[in-house]
């Protein structure tokens, strides 16, 4: 529920919808009504916490989701627009502009087909529409570009991808040790200004005061420390599963519904442009990892360059290519 909702696509009415079909429901078995669910939403408990009073306090039990997520959650509802859900809807809708003028393609209906144009908002010389079939003919090759065809070669990827993880993982190590003396620290201040408010050495407004402060950092330091153990393993699984992706993108298009081809699009890529009925993709920075790996082999197996080196040779140098890419795209990415 928080995931769907922070993605910005979904209104509480659609929400609704989707979670009483994924077996969310009342005590009596009916769907839940927006005002409980924007409740839900809104509650702090489930990033770990407890609300009491108007004061959050710290708690014991485990965190259903970050509090980064809960944040952004808590943004999209202060929004004063909703998304609004509409089953007919242009597939491109807000996905592409104009390589020209950078302003966005509009779509209109003619006959029970959905045409996109310039919206000539800015000074631009584009004319004429495209319809949106031509449109979605032009992306499926960007999609097959980012497959591997050598099961062997993807593999080697995977490798990389775990080769590149070892410093990673050796930096959140480093920073989750680091964390943890600051929240010991902060644990024996807690200890000791409880101390000495029972024994009458500072008064209730001051300690309240520093209660706060402190709390506030311990929560910070939990927080980091959490992040940091979820980037160990998000570094790794990310890569993976953009790979894995990548290697099914066009299957999952062709079969995918048009709110899930919506949400596959915005993922693979960053930027989508028409000029003059032709498009130009841009894909997002992760996905570059897997574009480059297809390119990096297949230079390296190109005919001329295999004779001069040994497959062992040809493999070490893919891994040690890919590495690097990995980590630029990775590292410089926000997972």
Request: hydrophobic share 30%; charged share 30%; net charge positive.
């Amino acid at each position: 529920m928080f995931e769907l909702y922070a993605t910005g696509n979904y209104s509480l009415k659609k929400l609704v919808e989707i979670m009483y079909e994924e077996g969310l429901r009342t005590r009596n078995g009916n769907k839940l009504v927006k005002s409980r669910l924007a409740s839900l939403l809104s509650n702090p408990f489930y990033y770990g916490v407890i609300e009491w009073n108007g004061k959050i306090y710290p708690a014991k039990h485990e965190p259903l989701i970050s509090k980064e997520l809960f944040e952004k959650v808590q943004l999209i509802l202060k929004r004063k627009t909703t998304p609004k859900y509409r089953k007919h809807f242009p597939l491109f809708k807000g996905l592409i502009r104009c390589d020209e003028c950078g302003g966005l393609i509009t779509w209109e209906t003619h006959k029970g087909h959905w045409y996109g144009h310039c919206n000539h908002y800015r000074k631009c010389s584009q004319k004429g529409c495209i319809r949106q079939e031509k449109v979605e003919e032009q992306i499926i090759p960007y999609l097959e570009k980012l497959n591997i065809k050598n099961e062997r070669l993807a593999g080697w990827i995977k490798k990389a991808l775990k080769e590149s993880h070892k410093d990673e993982i050796e930096y959140h190590n480093n920073c989750i040790n680091e964390l943890k003396q600051r929240y010991e620290k902060i644990q024996k201040r807690l200890s000791l200004l409880y101390d000495d408010k029972l024994d009458g050495k500072i008064t209730s407004d001051f300690y309240e005061q520093k209660f706060r402060e402190y709390t506030k950092e311990k929560e910070e330091i939990i927080s980091s420390i959490e992040r940091h153990s979820n980037a160990q393993n998000k570094y790794f699984e990310f890569g993976i599963n953009i790979l894995e992706l990548s290697q099914k993108a066009k299957k999952i298009y062709l079969k995918a519904s048009e709110e899930q081809k919506r949400m596959l699009l915005n993922l693979v890529f960053s930027k989508i442009t028409l000029n003059n009925g032709k498009l130009k993709a841009v894909y997002s920075r992760p996905f570059e990892i897997c574009l480059r790996g297809v390119q990096i082999t297949n230079e390296i197996f190109e005919p001329q360059f295999s004779i001069q080196k040994s497959p062992k040779k040809a493999k070490n140098d893919i891994l040690l290519r890919l590495m690097d890419e990995v980590r630029t795209c990775l590292i410089g990415s926000s997972i």
